[in-house]
């Protein structure tokens, strides 16, 4: 993980540890921090939520279910089908994260227990 903090443009570092501090308030205390994909994740038995750093924004990957759940919350944000930018120059929403974090948690824990 440090190598890829390392990498990130210094204008979103500090936006990309509240993204992660965030996110790791919302996943349960045994998730892992890892990299899938290239890019950070928090994982259980599965990757739960990926999330990443670039020049103009920091993106959370929490599946294009969930996305679709917060569409009306998410109309002010950059998405696609499973990604959700949030531009530096904006305030991080961190308790729409949060939430967002915690409803992919139980789409996880409902597709596991089937």
């Not at 996110?23 to 990926?50: C, H, M, N, Q």
Request: charged share 25%; with cysteine.
């Amino acid at each position: 993980m440090e190598e890829y903090i390392a990498r990130i443009p210094q204008a979103a570092r500090g936006r990309f540890l509240k993204l992660r501090a965030t996110i790791r308030s919302a996943v349960p205390t045994d998730a892992i921090e890892t990299i899938s994909y290239g890019i950070p994740a928090f994982r259980g038995d599965k990757v739960l939520v990926w999330f990443a750093a670039f020049a103009d924004h920091c993106s959370l990957f929490p599946t294009a279910a969930v996305i679709d759940a917060f569409r009306d919350e998410l109309k002010n944000f950059s998405t696609s089908k499973g990604t959700i930018h949030f531009p530096l120059h904006k305030p991080l929403p961190t308790k729409l994260i949060r939430r967002i974090v915690k409803s992919r948690i139980a789409q996880e824990k409902a597709a596991t227990s089937k």
